[in-house]
């Protein structure tokens, strides 16, 4: 397991820790199973459904470093690109001439015009994912949920990424970077 400095200082010991975390998120998203089950691609795509100004604030008090900004394109941008950077994921995103801030990035190995991917470098995308390590995977997955706005079957076919919740978020602080995810997640403006 690596550990990543977050926003500018090292990961904060959550007050709350991560249990408290997944258990915030997993009531705002309104799931029926109980937290202990519910996988992390289920919380990331439910929790965007419905995720507002007050449930965004309530993050903030969780861990959410304030100095990554408010929920806006600019802020999601900065903290997109610190993850990006900081869990050294550039081999599996790319730039974009689709858009500007966080919409002038995409998962790499695709052609955004057409909507087609890549097979040779598709393979190479699955196979650089697969090497990397667990909270690098977490973090790669959670981005490709976003950009998909839900479920993804173009990137994450026949990787892992099953993880469970509670399990992704405690492995995830453990490792320096629950906040940086948090902060993705709190500061998500759509795609």
Known sequence: ?????CATTAERTF?????????????QAHISTSSDDTR????VQQHLLDLDDDDAT???TLGVPAELGSRSPASFNNVLQQVIRQLQLAKLFCPS???EFHRSICPAAYNERTGEHH?????RWRTEFRGMAPEQQMMAATI???YQSGPDSTWLRRVPCTWRAGEAMQYMSDAGCLSLWLSLI???PGW
């Open 1 to 5: 397991m690596l550990k990543y400095l």
């Open 15 to 27: 007050a709350n820790g991560a249990a408290a975390i997944n258990e915030t998120l997993h009531r």
């Open 40 to 43: 992390l691609d289920r919380l």
């Open 58 to 60: 309530e993050l903030e």
């Open 97 to 99: 001439k689709e858009g």
């Open 119 to 123: 097979p040779e470098e598709m393979a």
């Open 144 to 146: 490709i949920w976003l």
């Open 186 to 188: 709190a500061r998500y």
